[in-house]
């Protein structure tokens, strides 16, 4: 497992039964958010609505923006003075954000967008999907960066890793995006909302923007134009990005080590998957579940050291293969990875994986 | 003898060559927003935002802290900074098609929440960074690369009057034309600044200051061309005033203010109410 931050696998405490989204709002307000922009979009739309409410009895700032071109900018300017700040949206919301987010990575800028995602292309619906897995793990908007993506499967994980996305954000200097679904949003499940660790203090004020007392004038900014410091930049942030593909990686074993088969899935697939593979292994079937828990890094390691024992891969989405063609490059041509997914709102039965399974195995 | 220094850099300007070209009014309008900085003792709590545009290069010339901002997103950076510390002063430079086009949803929402800071419009009326195409403000009949034949309403529009529209929202507290052509309208400019400062000093809202500003290299015109440029012609569509000031202590009723000031814009002796 990964030397600096871990999944908070069991959680001791008292278990409230909790809607996703509000999850998430819960675990941004005891990782201390100071600031949340947003614009309305189904199917997050309780996550500003509770926090319009919380988030200033605590002292905080809530600003419903005017687009999420503007909110996610808002985010960036208020991450620029060193508070932690976040937005959350969905499907077109997040598209538009994509220049912001590319700013917040160039400037190095540690900030939280959560998505959850609503089928597409287009306008699409408010079905849930993850089809949104190219657009987040690939950086999304233009240049060379990236975003670290954590994708929860539960509402526990949806208060987790949301109050350890500010640590992750603040760790790095890069945004963090959450990248949960529909589902996993309206679903209520019990879930225990006390911090699964001590929020670590990270200091900020070697480059926040505070006014200039006492030192030199600070400017923060991704054009650089003498000379190759554009380039340098790209360099330096690469870097940044292999200390986080060795430092950061989480993912889930659930009956891997005598496996045959193996289905890789994240989020609600792998819900789904875990419950097809359990009704086979009460077959006689012995088939696991890895589930990535950060998609950016992938636990690129954790999967290969699978692939060296285990003969065959299944992997499961809510898109039509993403995902998969990572998997595909990780464990190697001459091992089969079959694939089930539905798109456009379509979530996989456990029955259809459960038959996919079988197909797969023999 | 005792020699008394009585012009000088301003401290908030750093002491480096600009590279804005000769004739360029952002030298000038960084030189007025610098003295405001100066007057007011604001370099210690400062943060500047500088979106795409010529000016995108601000920092280099200002020793406050500063960000740079996506084209058309400066406001909302500057909301976000002043949202999470309140304590900052927060002042965006905008060019026209910055703050006029790409960014008019920010412009008109932050004012109309009456964000406590200042917005400094620059313009030029026409993308300078770009290379001179047309912007929101470009006039009727001027030709820019992309209005080869001269812009015209029927097709792009007229020119937008954003002095005029930010008076029309409740959060905003003051705006105000001026342009940088002879040393008494220079004067004036930097008297608007000082009040549009002044209002987020005090904690009154969006103080906004429209400043007109010839973009020499893509008028192609020498330095004094242009300023006649702007005396006849630019003046001539975008009446110079106080088109409004409802901060403490202000004195006069703006519509009186604008009209009398509409009246003899673009003669070159702009009068005004206050
Ligand atoms: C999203 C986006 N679109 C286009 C551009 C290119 N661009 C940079 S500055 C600019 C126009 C600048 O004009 P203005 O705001 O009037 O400033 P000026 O240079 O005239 O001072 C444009 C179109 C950009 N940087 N980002
Ligand atoms: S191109 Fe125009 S706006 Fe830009 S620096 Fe030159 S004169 Fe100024
Ligand atoms: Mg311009």
């Known amino acids: ?362 | 003898m005792t020699v008394k220094k009585v012009f000088g850099r301003p401290e908030s300007l750093c002491d480096v060559p600009n590279l804005y070209c000769s004739g360029c009014g952002h030298g000038v309008a960084h030189r007025l927003v610098a003295e405001a900085i100066d007057h007011f003792g604001l370099r210690d709590r400062t943060v500047a935002v500088a979106p795409a545009g010529c000016s995108v290069l601000l920092y280099d010339y200002f020793d406050v802290d500063s960000i740079e901002s996506a084209h058309g997103r400066a406001l909302a950076v500057g909301t976000g900074i002043k949202r999470a510390n309140p304590d900052l002063f927060v002042f965006t430079y905008q060019g026209d098609g910055d703050l006029a086009s790409i960014g008019m949803c920010e412009t008109i929402h932050t004012a109309n929440r009456g964000e406590n800071l200042t917005a400094i419009f620059i313009n030029n009326a026409v993308y300078g960074m770009t290379g001179g195409q047309m912007a929101p403000t470009t006039l009727l009949g001027q030709t820019t690369t992309t209005t080869p034949n001269g812009r015209c309403a029927e097709m792009e529009g007229a020119p937008m009057k954003m002095a005029e529209m930010m008076a029309t929202f409740d959060g905003v507290v003051y705006s105000e034309r001026v342009a940088l052509y002879d040393p008494r309208q220079t004067i004036r400019a930097r008297k608007a600044v000082f009040k549009a400062f002044e209002a987020q000093i005090n904690n009154e809202g969006f103080g906004f200051v429209e400043i007109l500003a010839a973009c020499t290299t893509n008028l192609k015109m020498t330095p004094e061309r242009a300023q006649q440029w702007l005396v006849d012609d630019l003046c001539e569509t975008f009446p110079l005033g106080v088109y409004k000031d409802v901060m403490s202590g202000a004195k006069q009723e703006s519509v009186a203010s604008r009209e009398s000031v509409g009246a003899t814009a673009g003669s070159g002796s702009v009068k005004h109410a206050d």
């Open chain 1, 1 to 362: 497992m990964n030397t600096v931050f871990t999944p908070a696998a069991q959680r001791n405490g008292k278990l409230t039964l909790v809607q996703g989204n509000i999850a998430l709002a819960e675990g941004a307000l005891h990782a201390g958010l100071d600031c949340y922009f947003g614009y309305p979009i189904t199917p997050q739309n309780q996550v500003p609505e509770y926090l319009s409410a919380k988030l200033p009895e605590r002292g905080g700032a809530f600003v419903q923006a005017e687009s999420e071109l503007a909110s996610i900018n808002m985010v960036l300017g208020a991450a620029s003075t060193g508070a932690r700040a976040m937005t959350s949206s969905s499907g077109p919301g997040i598209s538009l954000m994509q220049e912001g987010i590319s700013f917040l990575a160039g400037d190095e800028l540690p900030a939280v967008i959560a998505n959850v995602m609503r089928c597409g292309p287009g306008m699409g619906g408010i079905k849930p999907t993850q089809g949104d897995y190219y657009q987040a793990t690939r950086g999304g908007g233009h240049g060379d960066y990236h975003t670290i993506v954590l994708a929860p499967a539960s509402a526990q994980e949806m208060f987790d890793l949301t109050y350890q996305a500010f640590d992750v954000a603040d760790t790095y200097c890069n945004p963090v995006l959450i990248l949960a679904d529909a589902i996993l949003g309206q679903m209520k499940e019990p879930a225990v909302l006390e911090p699964p660790y001590e929020r670590k203090a990270i200091k900020k004020d070697d480059w926040s923007l505070t006014g200039a007392a006492g030192r030199k004038a600070r400017n923060i900014r991704s054009m650089l134009l003498a000379g190759d410091d554009q380039e340098q930049l790209n360099y330096k942030l690469e870097k940044k990005y292999e200390r986080v593909k060795q430092e950061l990686p989480m993912w889930e074993c659930i009956d891997t080590e005598d496996a045959d088969l193996i289905v890789v899935a994240f989020g609600t697939s792998a819900r789904i998957s875990s419950s097809a593979a359990r009704l086979a292994r009460a077959e006689g079937l012995k088939v696991g579940v890895f589930r990535p828990i950060t998609l950016f890094p992938f636990p690129e390691e954790a999967l290969r050291d699978l692939a060296s024992k285990v003969g065959k891969f299944l992997v499961v989405e809510m898109n039509l293969g993403q995902m998969l063609h990572d998997v595909r490059a990780i464990v190697g041509h001459d091992i089969p990875v079959s694939f089930y997914g539905r798109p456009g709102g379509g979530v996989p039965t456990v029955r259809e994986v459960l038959e996919n399974i079988k197909e797969s195995v023999s």
